[in-house]
């Protein structure tokens, strides 16, 4: 491990980034060039004792779990991130449909939306990044271990996961999950992480092996859904998705038709979730 520089690579990143670039407000006196130390562990969900002593070259080597969240901190390049790893004493991780490296450009999207709800989701359905008005609407998303980062999994491992869906958005996405599964599982092939899903789920779900049976490869589907929410109640949402081809990644984004009942129940979504993720607080979870 290169302490030094990989003491001298972070704060040269961090001092590159400016706090509007990360969707965070500037406010006043600000001494430091670019963005704080306390900002950067906010944004990882770490806390901003052990990144300032990683920046400072006194950290214990960091873990691959810890360096991913660190180099969409500071909105690495793939390039870069390869870089990060391997001055941290790991081999540069594997450029897989899995990956859960985020392109910058699609974090810049995510920072200029944080009154919005927006997710973006690899193909195996892990959620990689939220924005705090998305973590209000669906809660923290980002926090799971092995199978159950995958959406797919949870949906059918876990029931309870469904409680914003009402039918007859249920089974139509069901349908949905699994069809995206069986794409990454054919794509990747008997090997892969997405076909492990398919051989856990076909074990443990007697309703993933029905829809799985049913072979579906496009489910038709609308854009516009309902939903109701623990807080706000019933919401009527439009559902865009923008596919990143490189990352092989999906941005999802959530908008309600302007001056109706939903925009006004986003909106007080959007407020919840500023008050429960002020700057320097970051996400609900805890890395170390």
């Known amino acids: 491990m290169e302490y030094a520089d990989l003491s001298d690579f972070l704060r040269k990143r961090r001092e590159a980034l400016q706090p509007e670039d990360v969707g965070m407000p500037r406010g006043r006196r600000r001494r430091t060039p670019g963005l704080r130390r306390e900002e950067v562990a906010a944004l990882a969900s770490m806390s901003a004792d052990y990144y300032s002593r990683l920046e400072g070259g006194r950290g214990p080597q960091p873990s691959v779990e810890m360096l991913g969240a660190i180099a969409r901190a500071l909105r690495l390049t793939l390039e870069e991130r390869d870089h990060l790893f391997l001055l941290a004493g790991h081999g540069t991780p594997p450029r897989t449909t899995r990956a859960c490296h985020v392109d910058p450009g699609m974090l810049r999207i995510l920072d200029r939306l944080q009154d919005t709800p927006a997710m973006l989701l690899n193909r195996c359905g892990e959620v990689l990044a939220q924005t705090p008005a998305h973590v209000a609407f669906a809660g923290e998303l980002t926090n799971f271990e092995g199978m159950e980062r995958s959406e797919v999994y949870r949906w059918f491992a876990h029931p309870e996961e469904r409680a914003l869906y009402q039918e007859p958005e249920l089974s139509t996405h069901s349908r949905l999950l699994v069809s995206m599964l069986r794409t990454a599982a054919t794509i990747d092939g008997p090997k892969s992480y997405a076909a492990s899903i398919v051989r856990a789920l076909q074990k443990l779900s007697p309703e993933f092996a029905e829809v799985w049976n049913a072979h579906e490869v496009v489910v038709a589907h609308s854009r516009t859904k309902r939903y109701r929410h623990p807080v706000v109640g019933e919401l009527e949402l439009y559902c865009e998705l923008i596919d990143n081809r490189d990352q092989q990644q999906t ?31 970051g996400f609900d979870r805890e890395l170390i």
């Not at 959530?254 to 001056?259: D, L, S």
């Open 251 to 281: 941005l999802i984004v959530f908008t309600a038709e302007p001056g109706s009942e939903s925009a006004e129940k986003l909106r007080l979504l959007s407020v919840l979730g500023s008050q429960a993720m002020n700057p320097g607080q």
